[in-house]
């Protein structure tokens, strides 16, 4: 998803109209966040029927309280910042229900061979590996390496999604990464988060 001042500008420009009831400008929100919101509660989640919901509910909820949000200078990251934290409530709720232990459980990211398509078959059998390897990192850094390189949102961005200070931002993608480079992947993954990024777009 495109993070230029342009593209950032034209989404202040759609709040800006949904903000005085623009349904049209709203619904043009939706289409361009839709993906992206769905693709992170996906991996939150691990449910596509949960993910669906709670990114549609997240719309509804943001539409009827409007108002009461006003104007909004980020508004890709505070659509993110408040997915991430419906998610938490939907994720503490469920294990409430299913009493187990009380406590605002992490999401983790989990990536899937599947997931990371390569059509070059020279790259095929890298699929597990970089997958598994990803998968060994701690939470906290599989989630800022999904936001960085398969949501392409910057540094102040993922600080502001995930709830962390920008320095914190950067320490843990720079310990991911430097796993990924002692392995020999970090080409790769580029390779593939932009690969991921094209193909959700089409």
Not at 180 to 193: D, E, G, V
């Amino acid at each position: 998803m495109d993070t230029s001042p342009l593209y950032t500008d034209q989404l202040e420009r759609l709040w800006s109209k949904a903000l005085e009831g623009d349904t049209d400008a709203f619904r043009d929100i939706h289409q361009e966040l839709f993906k992206g919101l769905y693709g992170y509660a996906l991996k939150l989640l691990q449910d596509r029927d949960l993910a669906n919901d709670a990114v549609q509910d997240l719309f509804v909820k943001i539409w009827v309280r409007r108002v009461g949000i006003g104007p909004v200078n980020k508004v890709k990251s505070y659509f993110y910042t408040a997915l991430r934290r419906q998610v938490l409530n939907q994720l503490r709720n469920l294990h409430l229900r299913e009493l187990q232990i009380v406590g605002l459980p992490r999401p983790d990211i989990d990536f899937s061979p599947e997931e990371i398509v390569v059509r070059n078959e020279e790259y095929e059998n890298l699929q597990s590996k970089i997958a598994n390897l990803l998968n060994e990192l701690p939470s906290r850094q599989k989630e800022v390496i999904y936001l960085r390189y398969f949501e392409d949102m910057d540094y102040p961005q993922i600080a502001e999604v995930m709830g962390i200070n920008y320095q914190s931002v950067l320490n843990l993608t720079q310990k991911a990464l430097q796993k990924l480079r002692s392995a020999n992947l970090l080409s790769m993954l580029f390779y593939l988060a932009a690969l991921y990024r094209a193909i959700k777009e089409m």
